[in-house]
């Protein structure tokens, strides 16, 4: 294990973990974005129906934490969604200010059409690297991520 791996006399920014995660987000969103161009979906829609049918978010607490996204927008959000009936609320019986928030068989659909164009894009970027490198960069990045939520 690494105990140090940046000294303080050899630091450079642009070698920074955050620096590079920062800015490799900062080039991908927009391209991901330019994906939903044409599509009835903006990229934060499909983000909660995807977060929805992967089981990473059951409630709105839960997808602000994992969208980085404000409540009250991101609320305004699944209303939009619950209408187009893409998201269904459902309060829970025992305990009535749990609102549970579930991906509908449209909804499912609606990131089955999309889909195909996001792992296209992601094949795109990973096309230069072998297996082994996609694989061991998709492990760190899960790793260094755990490391950082704790």
């Known amino acids: 294990m690494v105990?140090?791996?940046?000294?303080?006399?050899s630091y450079d920014a642009r070698d920074s973990i955050g620096h590079l995660i920062r800015t490799g987000s900062n080039y991908i969103m927009p391209k991901i974005e330019a994906l939903f161009a044409e599509k009835d979906l903006t990229?934060?829609?499909?983000?909660?129906l995807m977060n929805l049918r992967f089981g990473l978010a059951g409630n709105c607490g839960e997808l602000c934490q994992n969208l980085r996204h404000d409540s009250g927008a991101l609320t305004r959000v699944l209303d939009q969604l619950e209408k187009r009936g893409l998201v269904e609320r459902q309060r829970c019986k025992t305990d009535r200010r749990v609102v549970k928030l579930l991906i509908t068989d449209k909804g499912f659909a609606v990131t089955e059409t999309v889909l195909p164009l996001l792992i296209d894009q992601y094949n795109e970027w990973l096309e230069d690297f072998t297996r082994e490198e996609a694989e061991t960069l998709v492990m760190l990045?899960?790793?260094?991520?755990?490391?950082?939520?704790?």
């Open 43 to 48: 990229f934060i829609q499909y983000s909660i």
């Open 3 to 9: 105990k140090k791996f940046y000294k303080i006399d």
């Open 141 to 150: 990045l899960n790793k260094l991520l755990k490391k950082v939520k704790g």
